[in-house]
């Protein structure tokens, strides 16, 4: 901790340590502009405040409060002088208990009337699709990508561009079929190949692209390019954004962007 300048701040392995959270995860904060350093030694280290410590504590709570992270940034600029945690988590509760409150109402609609009960009068599919949303609600888009060996991928992506950790599922004989890893925009789900979904191949152009926005485009360049990315466009301008193009371990394309103004 260093104090010299009238108030107490942070590198980012002391702050890592002291609160338990891991140093990749402030960097990633960092990279997405979810918690930014307000201060920097001129060396270009992060140095934390006790104002940044306070965001960081939202952030904790909202994470464990089941939010998004892409939601939690909107929260944050939306209210720049931080806002009422209890407040929040009431409305959150409130919303998590309608959700189960119409949760168990329809399944007792379903226990009376089986769906199979609609085979010989289609009318009575009306009670159903009463309780089916008309409009989309989803807010938070999510990205599928296949790896021939999920671990690996999920470690290597972690390290090469700084996406959050998350849960692992692992088949009987301990490999892994599934993981989640978070992103600013969304979730990003890894699969291992099954029939109707394969990996890249390496011998071919992609066929899709996967683009995701970024708080310093440079520092995240130079991140994914020392964890071995296949850099395949430098950092450029176009539409009013800035962005670069990398191949990961496995082929898959992405493209990295923040915007200029």
Not at 185 to 205: E, V, W
Request: include cysteine; hydrophobic fraction near 35%; aromatic fraction near 6%.
């Amino acid at each position: 901790m260093d104090g010299s300048q009238g108030e107490p701040t942070w590198r980012v392995g002391e702050l890592a340590r002291l609160t338990g959270l891991s140093v990749r995860t402030l960097h990633h904060y960092d990279q997405i502009g979810l918690l930014q350093p307000a201060r920097r030694t001129p060396g270009g280290h992060r140095l934390y405040t006790p104002a940044d410590v306070t965001q960081l504590a939202f952030i904790v709570v909202l994470r464990r409060a089941g939010v998004a992270l892409a939601e939690i940034g909107r929260q944050l600029k939306a209210h720049p002088g931080g806002f009422d945690l209890a407040t929040t988590m009431e409305q959150r509760s409130r919303a998590l208990e309608e959700t189960l409150i119409d949760t168990v109402a329809f399944g007792r609609l379903l226990a009376a009337e089986p769906v199979e009960s609609v085979a010989g009068d289609p009318s009575r599919l009306r009670r159903l699709v009463r309780w089916v949303p008309q409009h989309s609600t989803t807010t938070q888009p999510l990205i599928l990508l296949v790896y021939a060996d999920v671990e690996v991928a999920y470690h290597r992506l972690i390290d090469m561009f700084g996406f959050e950790p998350g849960p692992i599922s692992r088949r009987p004989d301990g490999t892994c079929g599934y993981a989640e890893l978070s992103g600013p925009t969304g979730s990003i789900r890894l699969h291992a190949p099954r029939p109707g979904l394969s990996p890249p191949d390496p011998t071919s152009d992609p066929s899709s692209m996967t683009v995701v926005g970024v708080a310093n485009i440079i520092e995240h360049h130079q991140q994914a390019k020392r964890a071995g990315a296949e850099i395949v466009r430098p950092v450029s301008t176009l539409f009013g954004m800035r962005e670069y193009q990398a191949f990961d371990h496995e082929h898959h394309l992405w493209c990295f962007q923040e915007p200029t103004t």
